[in-house]
């Protein structure tokens, strides 16, 4: 054996990385971050978002479907690109720009997300239950309780580790919700002329806050990426698993956010054995699948709902307490009420599902701010369920733990304040959308920039290709600029967007 081989295979005990089936069949089986961004996503902008486009402006906004989706699709997959050549978050690579600023930018807009994002998010899932319980059964509680009742229970849930049976039945009623959508819409399709309205950018009056909330939270917004870049480091698969043994071999250097430069992330797939490359390619391609599958159903999803909407609901203005009963109405004027409830429990999976998954994933990013920010966070780092054991790091205050707890609590208390002080359901979720939206930009931009300077432009398994980095380009500049347009919409009131 040559002293390139002997080096390849160092650290590395082949039988300890069996490689993943790649039959049809057994990828769903090994789906994860992919399926969690997509149920992040389908909630508040499928149920809430994409209605109320359908129901004020019926065919008109059906443009910022493909817009946002097209556009947006290469900042998510930098994210599963990255974590899957490196082993690492893309928080890692953040810790490595000149005073951390980029990292200070994450944990600063993360914390506001806690508290807005959170109850744009936590309303809606309140407002199924408002609408089933108070409106229906006469239940005399507010959906301020409603939320708060929620939130509690998602931050129990979490803090418990209980979190499987509840997403294996969360599964199931998404999976009713998709198919009751399907066989509705089927039922009274919308004309095949306005499908046209795909390719045919139109601005109605008073329409700003629903587009920038369509492109901030459709399929989900930018910062999930982040999450789903922790979520797929933390699935230890690929070369999440493999690169702490490459680091214990000297194969690759231990990446230190103190002090390591961004080349200390990158990892020479050629170094190592043909088992281990093809262990690491096998999983990157059922990542990508994993979330390309996620963000084809989101899609049709959400064209299914305003398509749906602009059938049966135009015009209306879809607002209010009870905008779940106004729009599982259309279940019940297409099929009948017992359709409508069918509509009702897969609405609540999905935007429940939403502000779990967003409890679990703005307070994981803050934590993983923290980790590469201060010395003492990253000496305590971890929170798999091995590391929440360790005495230690449940009594220091800052270990990231900690800082992961402290603030679940604190968007806990936030959102539900916040919903308190302003509970109108619609109102909420298009501003948190569209606060998705202005982040967007800065985050899409260093998931591109870091592929890009980190992974070895001569590994052709990882490193974007020459699509990727045109289109990925092409649509940072799109996303700029429509950020722009609508900021200055706003400031200096363009007729083009409406009052």
Not at 487 to 498: D, S
Request: charged share 15%; glycine share 8%.
């Amino acid at each position: 054996m040559s002293d390139r081989e002997s080096k390849a295979v160092d650290g590395l005990n082949r039988d300890d990385f069996t490689l993943p089936s790649m039959r049809p069949r057994d990828l769903l089986a090994h789906f994860g971050p992919g399926m969690i961004l997509m149920m992040t996503g389908i909630g508040t902008s499928h149920l809430v978002t994409a209605p109320t486009a359908g129901g004020r402006f019926a065919y008109a906004l059906l443009w910022c479907l493909p817009v946002a989706y097209v556009f947006k699709y290469y900042g998510f997959e930098m994210a599963f690109r990255f974590t899957n050549a490196t082993g690492k978050s893309l928080l890692e690579a953040y810790a490595t720009s000149r005073w951390k600023w980029p990292l200070w930018y994450v944990m600063i807009t993360t914390l506001i997300q806690c508290a807005i994002g959170q109850a744009g998010r936590l309303i809606a899932a309140a407002a199924v239950l408002y609408y089933l319980f108070s409106e229906t059964l006469g239940l005399p509680v507010s959906i301020e309780v409603y939320a708060a009742l929620l939130g509690v229970l998602s931050v129990t849930i979490i803090l418990r580790g209980s979190y499987r049976a509840l997403e294996n039945t969360t599964k199931v009623l998404a999976g009713v919700l998709v198919l009751s959508s399907l066989a509705v819409y089927f039922v009274q399709p919308a004309p095949l002329a306005q499908m046209g309205y795909f390719f045919l950018v139109e601005i109605p009056d008073g329409s700003w806050l629903v587009i920038a909330g369509f492109l901030g939270l459709l399929p989900t917004g930018i910062d999930v990426s982040l999450q789903a870049s922790e979520w797929g480091k933390a699935k230890r698969a690929g070369m999440s698993r493999i690169r702490p043994r490459l680091e214990e071999a000297g194969v690759v250097p231990r990446f230190d956010p103190f002090s390591s430069p961004r080349s200390d992330l990158a990892i020479d797939i050629s170094r190592l054995s043909p088992h281990a490359r093809e262990y690491c390619r096998r999983w990157f391609r059922i990542g990508l699948w994993d979330f390309r599958t996620g963000h084809v159903v989101s899609f049709f999803l959400a064209a299914i709902f305003v398509l749906l909407a602009a059938v049966w609901l135009y015009p209306s203005p879809i607002a209010g307490h009870a905008v779940m009963g106004e729009i599982a109405g259309i279940f019940t004027l297409s099929v009948g009420p017992w359709m409508m409830m069918v509509f009702i429990l897969g609405a609540l999976a999905a935007t429940f599902s939403t502000a779990f998954n967003y409890f679990d994933g703005w307070p994981r990013i803050v934590g993983a701010c923290c980790r590469n920010l201060f010395r003492a966070t990253a000496r305590l780092h971890g929170i798999s369920p091995e590391e929440r054991a360790d005495p230690e790091r449940r009594r220091a205050w800052n270990s990231e733990y900690n800082i992961y707890r402290m603030t679940m609590f604190y968007s806990l208390v936030a959102s539900v304040l916040y919903i308190a002080f302003d509970p109108r359901p619609v109102y909420l979720v298009l501003v948190a959308s569209a606060l998705a939206f202005f982040v967007a930009p800065v985050i899409y931009f260093f998931n591109l920039y870091y592929c890009l300077k980190v992974i070895p432009k001569e590994d052709e398994v990882f490193y974007p290709s020459w699509f990727a980095r045109w289109f990925g380009g092409l649509s940072l500049l799109v996303f700029t600029g429509l950020c722009v347009i609508l900021i200055f919409a706003r400031v200096f009131e363009v007729p083009l967007f409406g009052a």
